[in-house]
């Protein structure tokens, strides 16, 4: 097989679980197979996907959600961070009939702070949306992105496995230049209350 058909084979691949997963086609399937070349990124891929759900079930989605846009901020990816604050949002927002503090779209921006800076800023948010035990998830978060302290139980290695992850999808996205798209979670495929969820932000603007 030729290595562009087997790109574009994967490049399908990647695309189609995107859609089966989050209902869209993720803009950086076909940079992961450009980057990473077609066998690796699927293998990787299909590596990463499994042991994310199972952390997905272990510390929630809300949880999960914000430890990611938590290492992708850190990265200076704004693209991953934009897709898992929207996707925190959404889940907050269901759960809570409210909105967080600070829309997905300026959280994404804070991808240029200093790593004290960038803590602070979450943690503030957090506790204004009365969520104040993430405050301690994301300060392991990133004390485990900066090296600050290793992974000492299994929920940390969860974390730790996260960060290893996002190193390099968030490699891939900024190489890639990729710009942000819809949420990355199956409450993505919500659509109604995307709808809802709109509307309250248009009140806000």
Not at 54 to 61: D, E, K, M, S, V
Not at 97 to 125: F, I, N, Y
Not at 140 to 166: K, N, P, S, W, Y
Not at 181 to 188: G, K, T, Y
């Amino acid at each position: 097989m030729a290595a562009g058909e087997l790109d574009r084979l994967a490049t399908g691949l990647l695309e189609g679980l995107g859609k089966e997963y989050w209902g869209f086609v993720p803009r950086l399937a076909g940079a992961t197979v450009e980057q990473l070349g077609a066998t690796r990124a699927v293998g990787w891929s299909l590596g990463s996907i499994h042991r994310y759900d199972r952390t997905l079930r272990a510390l929630g989605p809300l949880r999960t959600q914000l430890i990611c846009m938590s290492i992708s901020l850190h990265n200076g990816c704004r693209y991953n961070a934009y897709g898992h604050a929207y996707a925190a949002e959404l889940i907050y927002f269901r759960k809570r009939g409210r909105l967080l503090p600070t829309d997905p779209k300026a959280l994404s921006e804070w991808v240029d702070l200093h790593p004290g800076e960038l803590r602070d800023r979450l943690c503030d948010m957090l506790q204004h949306a009365d969520l104040h035990v993430e405050v301690i998830w994301i300060d392991r978060t990133l004390a485990l992105a900066t090296g600050e302290q290793e992974a000492v139980d299994q929920d940390e290695a969860r974390i730790a496995h996260l960060v290893r992850m996002f190193s390099v999808l968030d490699a891939v996205a900024i190489a890639g230049k990729i710009e942000p798209d819809e949420a990355h979670d199956p409450i993505n495929k919500d659509t109604a209350l995307k709808a809802r969820h709109a509307a309250m932000r248009s009140t806000m603007a």
